[in-house]
């Protein structure tokens, strides 16, 4: 059975830092690429950031220098360290295992940034 623990989300003023983590079981989790989602309200959902099962990374043009993604295959785990929040990124943010046939979700970790 897949499953997904998800953490690490809170509420932050802006300019904070969160890190988010999520430890997968059920899959061979070295086999899949990871990647973190986030859904804002009113808006769709979007791509925030991938790491491969190379290890090779990418994140979304509003992110990009303040948000890195990593994999930890030992421990199961992907994580989002999140710098210099914005109001903008206040979402629900979704783990995701993906390969070729499957995709797997987490059920969301909540992130709000304000004054």
């Known amino acids: 059975q897949v499953q997904f623990v998800e953490s690490g989300g809170g509420s932050v003023q802006p300019g904070g830092s969160l890190r988010l983590s999520c430890i997968a079981s059920?899959?061979?989790?070295?086999?899949?690429?990871m990647s973190w989602y986030r859904r804002a309200p009113g808006k769709e959902r979007e791509l925030v950031a991938s790491?491969?099962?190379?290890?090779?990374?990418n994140a979304a043009d509003s992110v990009k220098g303040r948000f890195t993604i990593s994999r930890d295959n030992a421990k199961n785990t992907v994580y989002l360290q999140m710098n210099n929040l914005k109001p903008e990124d206040t979402a629900v943010y979704y783990c995701?295992?993906?390969?070729?046939?499957?995709?797997?979700w987490g059920q969301g970790t909540q992130v709000t940034v304000s004054s």
């Open positions: 790491v491969v099962r190379t290890g090779s990374t």
């Open positions: 059920g899959f061979t989790f070295s086999n899949y690429d």
């Open positions: 995701n295992a993906r390969n070729r046939k499957l995709s797997y």
